[in-house]
């Protein structure tokens, strides 16, 4: 307890000294990304006053979920976003627990979630992955077609488009991180003109929160800071 309940001081520490660096007055989120860590730990951090999670693999995360649900412990509800790859056969427990998807990268995936989004919940809030650094082993639809892709996922009614989603490069070069994310930034600044909805700049982990947050992050997503390694 003692161990995840000082990294998460530090990290909203770290997150309060990069806004106060980026003279940023509006709050920076902190998603713990909790996937591969039981339910043991996830209480944990919860009890320290954490309640977004995220979650990156479709039938651990899911069990997980459900199991929470049954916990007394947990007096509060939490919220979950799914953020990693997801595949076409697999939308439909997504659509049925959780409450955002933030790996949206093409129009089938968004018309299944769709589809399969019960009635008795509220529309799904959902983030375009962009793959802002080109690299054909990572997801995401290119910088050219976000706009055209948010036109369309905007006329989905069990959908709520709030963003983009991105995960930069590793590289050694500061220079090129921040680069790629003040590309992030302009296109969500283009998508906030048009869509009044949008207001959800998710990228920066644990080794580029600061230049995320620097350029206009509004959600950091942090595990392994948090929960320790895998």
């Known amino acids: ?71 007394k412990e947990f ?30 990268d093409r129009l089938k995936i968004a018309q299944r979630l769709d589809q399969q989004r019960p009635e008795h919940l509220p529309a799904i809030n959902i983030c375009l992955q962009v793959n802002i650094s080109g690299e054909s082993s990572k997801s995401g639809t290119t910088l050219s077609e976000v706009m055209e892709l948010a036109e369309q996922v905007q006329d989905l009614p069990r959908l709520k488009l709030r963003g983009i989603m991105a995960i930069p490069e590793k590289s050694d070069n500061p220079d090129v991180i921040k680069q790629q994310f003040k590309a992030l930034e302009l296109i969500y600044k283009q998508l906030q003109q048009q869509y009044s909805d949008i207001d959800t700049l998710s990228m920066g982990m644990s080794g580029d929160l600061e230049s995320a947050i620097e350029c206009g992050s509004t959600m950091v997503r942090i595990g392994t800071d948090i929960f320790g390694a895998r």
């Open 1 to 71: 307890m003692t161990t995840i309940s000082n990294n998460i001081v530090a990290i909203q520490q770290k997150i309060a000294n990069a806004s106060q660096a980026a003279q940023r007055v509006d709050e920076v989120q902190l998603l713990a990304v909790s996937k591969t860590k039981p339910v043991a730990l996830i209480k944990q951090a919860f009890l320290q006053g954490l309640t977004h999670f995220g979650e990156n693999y479709v039938q651990e995360s899911v069990e997980k979920i459900l199991q929470i649900k049954d916990d």
């Open 75 to 104: 007096d509060r509800p939490l919220t979950w976003y799914f953020i990693g790859p997801l595949q076409s056969n697999k939308t439909r427990p997504v659509a049925e627990n959780f409450d955002w998807v933030q790996s949206v």
